[in-house]
Every structure is written in structure tokens, then in C-alpha cells.
Antibody
Framework: EVQLLGSGGGFVQPGGSLRLSCTASGFTFSDFPMAWVRQAPGKGLEWVAMISGRGRDSYYAASVKGRFAITRDNTNNVLYLQMTRLRVEDTAVYFC??????????????WGQGSLVAVSS | ETTLTQSPAFVSASPGDTVSISCQASRDIDDDMNWYQQKPGESPVLILHEATTLAPGIPPRFSGSGFGTHFTLVINNIESEDAALYFCLQHDEFPYTFGQGTRLEIK
């Protein structure tokens, strides 16, 4: 059974930094691209970033490019999102998500439980 | 960036009804469309991928159609457990984009 366990959320002031983690199990982690998707309170879903299985390629939403970095540790099956220069508008629940297929770029078939990031002064 | 226009934003239905939700893409995205269901306080659940393929464990009351720019999610014989938010997602190009969501209320 695929499991994605997110951690690392919390409260931070504008301009601060935070690192989210997502520990995966139940599948061959390095075979699958992974992503972060966020949802502001009462709002819809927003794709944030995505990384290839081996970690060589990554893509970002314009709203976070240059401030956030997605990485992965395929030895320990962990996905990360390093968030810097946080803004109030980054406040959201952050989900990690597993791609449906190996190879290529596809949508997501499994989601973590979500980690709340609250940016406020 | 590919914009997805999802409609309606809200739909109310009675058990046994059929509901259709539309997702219009601003450009041709082949069949690179997924549909998700999200209940309050929960993570999204994959319903359909590649526009028409039912995800494992999803009842066949759910079906999808479309290719190119227009896609539809149909829920037949609505049940009370179908009350949720539904989103479409395009994964044809980066940045991936979601529709605004459709809230399904069961009367």
C-alpha cells in the first residue's frame, strides 16, 4: 500500500524559511516523479513543484520559482520542499503527491495527508 | 500556461440523479486530464486519469470523456457519499494547472 507521510509544517513570519518532508513507502520511490501541491484555506488546488524520479529535473510554479526548492533522497525515500522568503500568500496546506506512472510526466494517484504552513506576522 | 475553466462551480443533486461536470482547456492537451474528488478535511482522491481511465477502487458510476480541449466527468446514480469538491487537472505541460473546482451537494 502506498503511503505518503508529510511533516515539517508550522507557523513562520514573512521572510522566514521552512522545510517540508514527505516520507514514502509501499512503492519503488526512485521510479516515480513526485510533486508538491498546495491549497490555501477554503480555496482550490495549486500545483507548486515537481521533480523527476532520479531528481535531475525539476519544475516550479511561477509564484514560487526562485524561493522554493524541491529535492529528494532516494536512499531514504523522502521528498523535500525547502521554502524561503515566505510570504503571507504562501499560507496553505501542502500535499506531497506521487505520479501515476513511471517515466514521462503525468498526474497524481496518491497524496499525503497535508501539512499546514501558516505565514503571518 | 494552460487555463482550465471548470463548470458549474456548484451543483445540487438528489440521490439517483446524474451530474455532469465540464472542464475546458485553453489549448489542446490531448487526453492529459485527471479528475479528483476531495472531501472536507481530506486529501484529494484520483477518480479518473488520462481523461477516461477509471482509477482503482472507484465505482463505475463515475465516467469521463473528452479529448483536446473539452472534458466531462459524469456521475451516474448519485449517492450521498459523492458529496465533495471535484477538480480537474491538466498534466500536458508545466506548470500543471487545476480547474477552480465544483462543489457537489446532495439534497
Amino acid at each position: 500500500e502506498v503511503q505518503l507521510l508529510g511533516s515539517g509544517g508550522g507557523f513562520v513570519q514573512p521572510g522566514g524559511s521552512l522545510r517540508l518532508s514527505c516520507t514514502a513507502s509501499g512503492f519503488t520511490f526512485s521510479d516515480f516523479p513526485m510533486a508538491w501541491v498546495r491549497q490555501a484555506p477554503g480555496k482550490g488546488l495549486e500545483w507548486v513543484a515537481m521533480i523527476s524520479g532520479r531528481g535531475r529535473d525539476s519544475y516550479y510554479a511561477a509564484s514560487v520559482k526562485g524561493r522554493f526548492a524541491i529535492t529528494r533522497d532516494n536512499t531514504n525515500n523522502v521528498l523535500y520542499l525547502q521554502m524561503t522568503r515566505l510570504r503571507v500568500e504562501d499560507t496553505a496546506v501542502y500535499f506531497c503527491a506521487k505520479q501515476t506512472h513511471t517515466g514521462g510526466w503525468y498526474g497524481f494517484d496518491s497524496w499525503g495527508q497535508g501539512s499546514l504552513v501558516a505565514v503571518s506576522s | 500556461e494552460t487555463t482550465l475553466t471548470q463548470s458549474p462551480a456548484f451543483v445540487s443533486a438528489s440521490p439517483g440523479d446524474t451530474v455532469s461536470i465540464s472542464c475546458q482547456a485553453s489549448r489542446d492537451i490531448d487526453d492529459d486530464m485527471n479528475w479528483y474528488q476531495q472531501k472536507p478535511g481530506e486529501s484529494p482522491v484520483l477518480i479518473l486519469h488520462e481523461a477516461t481511465t477509471l482509477a482503482p477502487g472507484i465505482p463505475p458510476r463515475f465516467s469521463g470523456s473528452g479529448f483536446g480541449t473539452h472534458f466531462t466527468l459524469v456521475i451516474n446514480n448519485i449517492e450521498s457519499e459523492d458529496a465533495a469538491l471535484y477538480f480537474c487537472l491538466q498534466h500536458d505541460e508545466f506548470p500543471y494547472t487545476f480547474g477552480q473546482g465544483t462543489r457537489l451537494e446532495i439534497k
